[in-house]
């Protein structure tokens, strides 16, 4: 089980450039989970599929960010024209259902750098 | 409204003491609550989780928490404290709404236990 991966593992864009960001959750798990760490805001909440289904966006900056899950195997986090606030931690985690009390495993995450 | 609230940003103590870290939460119904950690440099790992029960639940390398609904807290604790402690704790909540389960994370206690 090599857990959740979660690549680059770096990432540096200019203003206004594209970052995509990719997940691939852990076997078996239904359920994917975006999160945006920065030192200011810590853990933040952004999106997350179950069952490849879009269940909740709430954290998601609407103009700019968007997120997709084309098949159970993998996740995408897109940011279109970066912004150096967006600079910051993308964690992806997973698991087993989404439906309720159930343990999240983070990936290592992706550190955006916006120049 | 939703919140988990960590008071202590900062934590330090000598090896060998007890540590005991604060969590309170704020939640209109009976809470799921977890603990993670995250090792410098790595991205966070699940502890333990209190979901009924017993009020006090125990983890993963030695922790245990205490869910009190008197107070609306969940303190981590673990005794003696061990350098390799030396970690970020998250408290969180599972906020369900709406058919959407997602944790919303405290800020974090930096723990340093000095040997």
């Known amino acids: 089980n090599a857990g959740v991966i979660q690549t680059p593992r770096h990432k540096v864009t200019g203003k206004g450039q594209e970052a995509t960001l990719w997940c691939e959750p852990i076997?078996?798990?239904?359920?994917v989970f975006w999160y945006r760490q920065t030192i200011v805001q810590g853990l933040e909440f952004l999106t997350y599929?179950?069952?490849?289904?879009?269940?909740?966006d709430s954290g998601m900056p609407k103009e700019r960010f968007s997120a997709q899950m084309p098949n159970q195997s993998h996740s995408t986090l897109k940011i279109q024209s970066t912004q150096p606030q967006d600079s910051a931690v993308y964690l992806c985690?997973?698991?087993f259902g989404g439906g309720g009390a159930e343990t999240l495993y983070f990936g290592s995450g992706t550190r955006l750098t916006v120049l | 409204a939703q919140s988990v609230d960590q008071p202590d940003a900062h934590v330090t103590l000598s090896e060998g003491a007890s540590l005991e870290l604060r969590c309170s939460y704020s939640?209109?119904?009976?809470?799921?609550l977890f603990w993670y950690v995250q090792y410098p440099g790595q991205s966070l790992q699940f502890l333990l989780k209190y979901i009924t029960g017993d009020t006090v639940v125990k983890g993963t390398k030695g922790f245990e928490a205490e869910f009190r609904k008197s107070n609306s807290s969940f303190n981590l604790k673990k005794s003696p404290a061990h350098w390799s402690d030396s970690a970020k704790y998250f408290c969180?909540?599972?906020?369900?709404?709406?058919?959407?389960?997602?944790?919303?994370f405290g800020e974090g206690t930096k723990l340093t236990v000095s040997s």
């Open positions: 985690a997973s698991s």
């Open positions: 076997s078996g798990h239904s359920a």
């Open positions: 969180a909540l599972e906020a369900y709404q709406g058919g959407s389960a997602k944790l919303i």
């Open positions: 939640y209109s119904a009976a809470p799921y």
């Open positions: 599929f179950r069952n490849q289904a879009p269940i909740d």
